[in-house]
């Protein structure tokens, strides 16, 4: 990080939605000036670039390594062309060739790790090649590799070298093991030799990080440093679920900071690996010796890196994929053998596909979550009638609400768009230059009068994050939407009120609100809209007085008292039977046995929070009324009805077919 702040800021961790599905805005961290980022560098800018570059290089080791190991194969057609691309392009290891990290040593040791083992079980024959151009690779296939009794000191090399970058590494021991193994089996060894070329693969590794593991030892008393590490980054307190394991796979694909690639794009990429290891599996009996071995080095390195991400997960969350990239090499291998198994054309149509692909990744990925909201000039009419204020900044000239469900987005996008999205359009227009860069606040608050609970709360930036107002332009106005999905939600389908207002960004006091003829307090109420949730559960009250018609369109379909303490609570399960743009009121009164009445507990379905207006056919809405009995007062019934919070006209209520007298329905009467 200290390299990066002489042109970077970090936004306030409040305006970053880090690892929110449900927030798929405002994900960067930092936010830079692309003057002063742009060359020619220097200081500790020039060395950031300089170490890319260097990763870069890193990465094209690996790539020369994976085409070695390819190679080794011996399978015509397109093979290596797909196996290398399956590394070359996928997202995440282009993303984590481009930074610098120390996954960037260890993937390239590791890949070249296999090939060493692989040619320490056999190798194969050397050709001379006097014009080829692969450099790195043509040279290690064309070098006449030492004799036999100095190859094992060369993997112990690249195994101590790959522990030293991580510690992981150190599990290519295992490999070579497995290598030396199989062929001790085979009878191309014997015993003597197999334990002589392993003691010297193992006394190399281990000579090589014995320093490390010394230094490491006198420093914190612990050889691997692993403890005083695991104190500051903290130890998880559950287990190891299977949805980390689901996003361990994605991010080992693509994985943009603090957020994922819409889930479209790895449909390849998901395919491309079930269908290699479906392919391998049917047909492994007619594979010959050789390549079962690679396959099966491959496949037991992949297993030790899986069973050292389960270990270090199981310690410290770590669901990045990149945590399996030493084994990059490895998977590829095993997924362009399956699909070459099945049928060697899909090598050109894999070859073909994965470059577009990264590319289609690379570029929508960044596009759908950085990408700045469009600005338009405001000569066009604008959707609103009346502009609204938030102070002396910004006013709202237009706006559109809806609530859908997009199940394209579901398909395409993610997981969280398969249940409601808010769809909020907003076009903003500057008042004047705005100092600082204030904080949108949009909201679904519950329709209940002075009720303050949420269903959603998004406080970030404007422009999805991507456009603070302090650079607002004052000649244009800005068309600003959002696609909010819904988070779960335990309550009951209600209405609620769609509200947005601006807070300052050090103080969080909202800006007042007006129109041009009178305020509109510390927010503006664009919609109310109705959430489909939860429906209450029919109770088993059986109250004999149920089911209650009312005009038609609303039903009592059940109603209980309950009469233990004080007040006595009535509760009324509603259900809605067809549209009406009524606002009915709910009427519960309790009457002495002259008839006079004691007490009211008059009031909306919900306190107001799901109007009767909102209710479409099929809506079950429990309301709970309060009914405060005189303490000298005998109730002989309680009666409940509805009427037009407007006009206070009663609904006509009937019970089977037949009008109840009043429009009230009893639903408790005293025993006689």
């Not at 209600?494 to 207002?501: E, L």
Request: aromatic share 10%; net charge positive.
């Amino acid at each position: 990080l200290p390299l990066v702040q002489p042109v970077a800021h970090e936004v306030p961790a409040q305006l970053v939605a880090c690892g929110s599905e449900y927030v798929p805005y405002n994900k960067a961290v930092w936010r830079h000036s692309p003057a002063a980022d742009a060359p020619p560098w220097s200081g500790a800018l020039r060395t950031l670039h300089g170490l890319r570059f260097f990763s870069t290089l890193l990465g094209v080791a690996t790539l020369c390594g994976a085409y070695t190991l390819a190679r080794r194969l011996h399978l015509g057609g397109l093979f290596v062309t797909m196996a290398v691309g399956a590394v070359a392009f996928n997202p995440q290891f282009l993303l984590l060739a481009a930074g610098v990290n120390n996954d960037n040593v260890v993937i390239p040791l590791a890949t070249w790790g296999l090939v060493v083992a692989y040619d320490q079980w056999r190798l194969p024959p050397a050709r001379w090649r006097p014009f080829a151009t692969w450099g790195l690779v043509v040279a290690y296939d064309q070098w006449r590799l030492p004799p036999a009794r100095w190859r094992p000191f060369l993997l112990g090399l690249v195994c101590g070298a790959s522990a030293l970058s991580k510690l992981s590494g150190l599990g290519l021991l295992g490999v070579a093991a497995l290598a030396l193994l199989l062929r001790w089996v085979q009878r191309r060894s014997t015993l003597r030799r197999t334990v002589t070329e392993g003691a010297a693969i193992c006394g190399t590794a281990v000579a090589l990080i014995s320093p490390w593991l010394l230094r490491n030892l006198r420093l914190y008393g612990d050889l691997t440093a692993l403890g005083p590490m695991l104190a500051k980054v903290g130890l998880r307190a559950t287990g190891l679920d299977w949805g980390e394991v689901r996003l361990l796979v994605l991010s080992y694909w693509g994985q943009l900071p603090c957020s994922f690639y819409p889930r479209g794009i790895y449909w390849p990429y998901l395919i491309l690996t079930v269908g290699g290891v479906v392919g391998i599996a049917l047909s492994w009996r007619r594979f010959r010796q050789p390549r079962k071995v690679l396959l099966a080095i491959c496949a037991g390195w992949l297993a030790v890196i899986s069973a050292a991400w389960v270990h270090w997960t199981s310690t410290t969350p770590a669901p990045g994929g990149r945590l399996l990239f030493p084994a990059i090499a490895a998977v590829s291998i095993l997924c362009s053998v399956g699909w070459h198994a099945a049928r060697p054309r899909w090598d050109a149509v894999w070859g073909a596909l994965l470059p577009v692909w990264a590319l289609v990744a690379l570029v929508a990925g960044p596009v759908t979550i950085y990408l700045p909201p469009p600005t338009y000039s405001p000569t066009p009419t604008p959707r609103a009638t009346q502009p609204v204020a938030f102070g002396d900044a910004v006013a709202l000239v237009g706006h559109t609400v809806a609530l859908r469900t997009d199940h394209v987005a579901c398909l395409l996008s993610s997981r969280a768009h398969c249940g409601p999205v808010l769809d909020v359009a907003l076009d903003w227009q500057a008042l004047g230059p705005i100092d600082g860069d204030l904080t949108l606040v949009i909201q679904l608050v519950s329709a209940a009068p002075g009720s303050t609970d949420l269903r959603l709360n998004y406080n970030y930036w404007p422009g999805r994050g991507n456009l603070r107002t302090s650079v607002w332009p004052e000649d244009r106005i800005i068309r600003d939407r959002y696609h909010l999905p819904l988070p779960p939600y335990d309550g009951p389908t209600q209405a609620w009120d769609v509200s947005v207002a601006f807070t300052e960004p050090h103080t969080g006091v909202r800006l007042p609100v007006r129109t041009a003829v009178t305020s509109l307090g510390e927010a503006a109420v664009l919609a109310r809209i109705r959430v489909p949730d939860n429906e209450p559960a029919a109770p088993a009250w059986a109250n004999p007085s149920t089911p209650v018609s009312f005009d038609g369109r609303l039903a009592l379909v059940d109603a209980a008292v309950i009469r233990t303490g004080s007040p006595w609570q009535v509760k009324l399960l509603w259900e809605g039977r067809a549209r009406t743009d009524q606002d009915f009121v709910t009427f519960v009164h309790a009457y002495s046995p002259r008839g006079e009445l004691i007490a009211t507990g008059d009031g909306p379905p919900m306190d107001g929070a799901f109007p009767t207006s909102d209710w479409v056919p099929g809506d079950r809405v429990l309301s709970t009324h309060s009914l405060v009995i005189p303490l000298e007062a005998i109730v002989a019934y309680v009666g409940v009805g509805m009427y037009d919070g407007n006009t206070g006209e009663r609904a006509t209520t009937s019970f089977g077919g037949r009008p109840l007298a009043d429009d009230t329905v009893v639903i408790w009467a005293r025993e006689p």
